[in-house]
């Protein structure tokens, strides 16, 4: 078993809908999540950056950390065709500079016009 | 945020040369950069930690001979693909990580854009 695992999709939605993207994890240590983008043949982009269990926003985007379940989703409000993009997940159990991620495999998103 | 760059962004080389990748934080320092192999649609796999003024770590299966690491500096890590083949041909993409403001140390990690080498 995957210590992080995530639906590689492909998942499509319409412009403007709700987007959800979820992770699970196994490793109870992990304390500190991360959201990235990936545009094709680009290097991930940070997009949120949560610790502990909890809710944070920013401007569309909202990542929400349940560790009880070892869960972690990535909302996207008014979906655009610009948020089309690999997201992938990211977590560790400290936040040290030399610390590894540990990634999930990435879901591919489609907006559709 | 913070700004990672990888210089070449795309390199052709024939089989046996070697390539030199470079990756600099712009406008942070960092002690502990990341090497990282991505195949087509595939997630990101890590190879090695890169720390400053010491020899890198390497993860299990990577050929420290083959992949040579050099982090001279707090801004600039570089990755030498030695004797290259066919079979190395992927993106290679680094990252950095960047200590945050604020009271409580923590660091969030930055990505290059990333450096797709084909070996022919």
């Known amino acids: 078993q995957k210590e992080v695992e995530q639906d590689p999709g492909p998942l499509s939605v319409p412009e403007g809908a709700i987007v959800s993207l979820n992770c699970t994890y196994s490793n109870s240590a992990f304390q500190y999540f991360m959201w990235y983008r990936q545009y094709s043949r680009k290097g991930p982009e940070l997009l949120m950056y949560t610790y502990s269990s909890g809710n944070k926003e920013d401007g569309r985007f909202t990542a929400q950390v349940d560790k009880s379940s070892k869960y972690i989703s990535l909302f996207i409000r008014d979906s655009q065709p610009s948020d089309s993009a690999t997201y992938l997940c990211?977590?560790?159990?400290?936040?040290?500079?030399?610390?590894?991620?540990?990634f999930g495999t990435g879901t591919r998103l489609t907006i559709i016009p | 945020g913070a700004v990672v760059s990888q210089h070449p962004s795309w390199v052709i080389c024939k089989s046996g040369t070697s390539v030199k990748i470079e990756c600099r934080s712009l406008?942070?320092?960092?002690?502990?950069m990341f090497w990282y192999r991505q195949f087509p649609k595939q997630s990101l796999m890590l190879m090695a930690t890169?720390?400053?003024?010491?020899?890198?770590?390497?993860e299990q299966g990577v050929e420290k001979d083959k992949f040579l690491i050099n982090h001279a500096s707090l801004t600039l890590s570089t990755l030498t693909v030695t004797s290259a083949h066919p079979e190395d041909s992927s993106f290679y993409i680094c990252s950095a990580r960047k200590r945050t403001s604020g009271s409580m140390r923590s660091y969030e990690q930055y990505f290059g854009p990333g450096t797709r080498l084909t070996v022919t």
């Open positions: 990211a977590m560790s159990p400290t936040n040290f500079g030399n610390e590894k991620l540990t």
């Open positions: 890169s720390n400053e003024g010491s020899k890198a770590t390497y």
């Open positions: 406008d942070f320092q960092a002690t502990t």
